[in-house]
């Protein structure tokens, strides 16, 4: 079965950039979109189709897949982008999601 | 508002039974393909159910296939998921997620999410 493989957890400082990787068999050949969790709240979508931004989403949430990683990037990390982060793709009638990656900011 | 309502979670004991339901509103339901997708304490998300539009198209994820239903009644803009032979593995918060779509096509993305019902399976 297809899996999707993300680092446990990034740490950041406030106003870097944040990069969460993907990785997956030739998962640039399909689209990859990113969630974000916060505690207990539902995941929302912050990038699909690899490169799209949501209405809503602010621009410095950004989006990248090529080969066999995707990645979600994060310029100016604000406090407020500490949450959990989950890819998904599609493959075989199967929605897979990565593990997911823990932000932290600080 | 457009939004998803959960219900039906509650604790049960191995071996049995929940019915879970979905209740859209603010966007045309009957248009859209629908999932289940599960998180268990502390953990990750898993992709449990899809259903096409129409319902006619039903995909399980092997963790659930026999034991889940997944259906939907569009004339009431709602969602269910028959839940039989659980496990305590099956302990989770259950999510239902529109799959996107827009003037151009499918946004290959769940775009929105319910706030979840959690599924307690134990003794």
Redesign the interface.
């Known amino acids: ?1 297809y899996e999707l493989t993300q680092p446990p957890s990034v740490s950041v400082s406030p106003g870097q950039t944040a990069s969460i990787t993907c990785s997956g068999d030739k998962l640039g050949d399909r ?1 990859a ?1 990113w ?1 974000q ?1 916060k505690p207990g709240l ?4 912050v990038i ?2 690899d490169t ?1 931004r ?1 209405s809503g989403i602010p621009e410095r949430f950004s989006g990248s897949n090529s080969g066999s990683t995707a990645t979600l990037t994060i310029s100016g990390t604000q406090t407020m982008d500490e949450a ?1 982060y ?1 890819c ?1 793709a ?1 493959d075989s ?8 990656t823990k932000l932290t900011v600080l | 508002e457009v939004q998803l309502v959960e219900s039906g979670g509650g604790l049960v004991q191995p071996g049995g039974s929940l019915r879970l339901s979905c209740t859209a509103s603010g966007f045309t339901f009957s248009t859209y393909e629908m999932s289940w997708v599960r998180q268990a304490p502390g953990k990750g998300l898993e992709w449990v159910s899809h259903s096409s539009s129409s319902g006619f198209t039903i995909y399980y994820a092997d963790s659930v296939k026999g034991r889940f239903t997944i259906s939907r009644d569009n004339a009431k803009n709602s969602l269910y998921l028959q839940m039989n032979s659980l496990r305590a593995d099956d302990t989770a918060v259950y999510y239902c997620a529109r799959w996107g779509r827009e003037e151009a096509g499918p946004k290959d993305a769940f775009d929105l999410w319910g706030q979840g019902t959690m599924v307690t399976v134990s003794s």
């Open positions: 079965s689209y979109c969630y969790q539902s995941p929302v979508l699909y189709q799209k949501p959990d989950y998904q599609w009638s199967n929605w897979v999601f990565g593990g997911g």
